[in-house]
């Protein structure tokens, strides 16, 4: 390849355009009105506006965004994260265009999409599903007999849903009763089906993915696994690698797992399965993530291998650069999503970054989206930057954490550090004793 287009911006753009040049390939960013200083727009080899600050005058402007591509001549397209990441369509019409979409073929992002699909494929592929209603339900009265045989409380989804959203926690039949039209309706709203399904809920789990990856000759090995337990209203606030849960047991066979999900559907490219882990172990597969994740750094740092180049890599047609005997896992690793927002009422809070200062170690990875001066708008995700600490241990980890956040300064915006230097001295958090519902709990 010799020249790529982002289809992203903020820090996953910066990331990606340091390994495009690294790898001597040009790169082109599209930018909207409102993010033309940001620290990507200036380090890509050319930048193009894409049009007005919302999303869907921007950034979700898949028709725009094709047609700079055109112009450009670009070989490819790394979507990034977010926005068109797992857009089947979108990932279709960049093929009809005969440019390289950086990611799994269109039907494999189009199959993982719908929720329902995907448990019925990986049920067939014999992974482990959580017991459910496995398929679309056509009446609040089969929702009602389905969750009293599956037994309270379940979990009300949407089809086309994921990552939290279009879901609802029905502890009895009474809120599944109240949650169920509005549900449908929102779904609908949202994802344009509304469609939903039950699941049996399971409760003090752990979120537990594991990385992919698979090459156009047929080869899947995994990166290990990332335990993004410690979530707030389904936004990831802190993963780590090894999860400081799991038995070396159970550890190698969620791996075996989530290879055998990723062979049943001949994956290609990046991807993460994502597994509910309860008390006991038992674990089962939510739902697979067909892009390049936030949280990836984490991989990267106990494995020292570049997902970004193994993903253009393999987009390009190149068979995986290490077997699975040659990926090691080394130390530990903990990322840190440092936002724009209020720390007592956890909402946005926009505005000019006046100060940005941190110390550089070694052992620490900082992947920013902005720079002193800039400011942080309201039309965008509010995360700022993740800080992603690497040591043999987690003890060292967590020490390390603490030093540079208590010495981290910012500036003009509010921002989630004070929570993360409550977390690092809880004795549970330290312990590695914890659940998806600790934030909630945590005083
Ligand atoms: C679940 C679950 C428990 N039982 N499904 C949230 C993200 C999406 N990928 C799937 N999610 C969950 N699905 C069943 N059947 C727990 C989660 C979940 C979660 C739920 C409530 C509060 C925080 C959570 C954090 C991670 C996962």
Redesign the pocket.
């Known amino acids: 390849m010799r020249k790529i287009l982002i289809a992203n911006r903020g820090e996953i753009a910066l990331r990606i355009i340091k390994t495009c040049h690294q790898m001597g390939i040009e790169t082109v960013a599209i930018y909207s009105e409102a993010d033309i200083e940001m620290p990507y727009v200036k380090a890509a080899s050319k930048a193009v506006c894409v049009g007005e600050p919302p999303v869907n005058k921007s950034y979700l402007q898949s028709d725009k965004i094709l047609e700079i591509a055109k112009s450009e001549q670009v070989d490819a397209i790394h979507p990034g994260y977010g926005f068109l990441s797992e857009n089947a369509d979108f990932a279709k019409s960049t093929k009809n265009e005969r440019i390289i979409f950086i990611g799994p073929d269109a039907e494999t992002i189009k199959l993982m999409g719908d929720k329902i699909v995907s448990r019925k494929t990986m049920e067939q592929a014999g992974v482990p599903v959580?017991p459910?209603s496995g398929y679309g339900l056509k009446s609040i009265e089969e929702a009602c007999i389905l969750s009293a045989q599956i037994e309270y409380p379940?979990?009300l989804?949407a089809s086309s849903g994921?990552?939290?959203i279009g879901?609802v926690?029905c502890e009895n039949e009474q809120a599944l009763i109240k949650s169920f039209a509005s549900t449908k309706s929102r779904a609908l709203a949202y994802f344009g089906s509304d469609e939903v399904f039950i699941?049996?809920?399971?409760?003090e789990?752990r979120?537990v993915e594991v990385q992919i990856f698979g090459d156009h000759e047929g080869n899947i090995v995994h990166l290990f696994e990332r335990d993004?337990?410690i979530?707030r209203r389904?936004q990831k606030v802190i993963e780590e690698s090894p999860s400081p849960f799991l038995s070396e047991g159970t550890r190698r066979k969620i791996y075996e797992t989530a290879l055998k999900a990723a062979k049943a559907v001949g994956y290609t490219n990046a991807g993460t399965i994502?597994f509910?882990v309860d008390e006991k172990e038992n674990f089962?597969f939510?739902?697979m993530n067909t892009r390049l994740q936030v949280e990836h750094p984490v991989t990267e740092m106990i494995t020292g291998v570049d997902l970004v180049e193994w993903q253009i890599l393999i987009a390009q047609g190149e068979p995986l650069p290490m077997q699975q005997s040659q990926i090691k896992s080394s130390g530990h690793a903990m990322e840190f999503r440092l936002n724009a927002e209020d720390p007592v009422r956890f909402l946005p809070s926009p505005g000019k970054i006046t100060k940005l200062v941190w110390n550089e170690m070694p052992g620490i990875r900082i992947d920013a989206g902005y720079q002193e001066g800039d400011t942080v708008t309201p039309y965008y995700d509010p995360m700022i930057a993740k800080c992603i600490f690497h040591g043999e241990t987690r003890k060292e980890v967590i020490n390390a954490a603490e030093g540079f956040l208590k010495n981290l300064q910012i500036d003009g915006i509010k921002t989630n550090a004070p929570l993360f230097l409550n977390i690092l001295v809880n004795d549970d958090f330290v312990k590695g004793i914890y659940t998806?519902?600790f934030l909630?709990k945590l005083r």
């Open positions: 959580v459910g379940v979990m989804k994921g990552g939290g879901m926690l699941e049996k809920y399971i409760a789990a979120h993004c337990s979530q389904h994502e509910i089962y939510l739902e998806t519902n909630s």
